[in-house]
Nanobody, 126 residues
Framework: QVQLVESGGGLVQAGGSLRLSCIAS????????MAWYRQAPGKRRELVAG???????KYADSVKGRFSFSRDNALNTMYLQMNSLKPEDTAVYYC????????????????????WGEGTLVTVSS
């Protein structure tokens, strides 16, 4: 069973930085789509950033220029460097992935991701 484990969340002041990490383990595999999502209290879960295995990175408009997504396919890990954090970035951040032979954001939107982490809380104080 594939497991995703996030780390790196915490409390930071506005304007600060955090780096989230996510490692996948357990019977892998060739992960294709990898992405970070977040869910703030009372809000729907949203895509923050992610990419297909050999594709460009997609970012939510609200984080462009501040967050940077990266992945290491050989190590089955992904990262989210978050700079210039704002109070509105406060949320539980989840990493997610799929292992479809051919994946796309269309398929992710339609069928969802195959694997999810438990989430890590990021709190940005004003």
């Amino acid at each position: 069973q594939v497991q995703l484990v996030e780390s790196g969340g915490g409390l930071v002041q506005a304007g600060g930085s955090l780096r989230l990490s996510c490692i996948a383990s357990g019977g892998i595999f060739r992960l294709n789509a990898m992405a970070w999502y977040r869910q703030a209290p009372g809000k729907r879960r949203e895509l923050v950033a992610g990419s297909m295995r050999d594709g460009p990175t997609k970012y939510a408009d609200s984080v462009k220029g501040r967050f940077s997504f990266s992945r290491d396919n050989a190590l089955n890990t992904m990262y989210l460097q978050m700079n210039s954090l704002k109070p509105e970035d406060t949320a539980v951040y989840y990493c997610a992935a799929d292992d479809r032979t051919e994946s796309s954001w269309y398929k992710v939107d339609l069928y969802g991701m195959d694997y999810w982490g438990e989430g890590t809380l990021v709190t940005v104080s004003s």
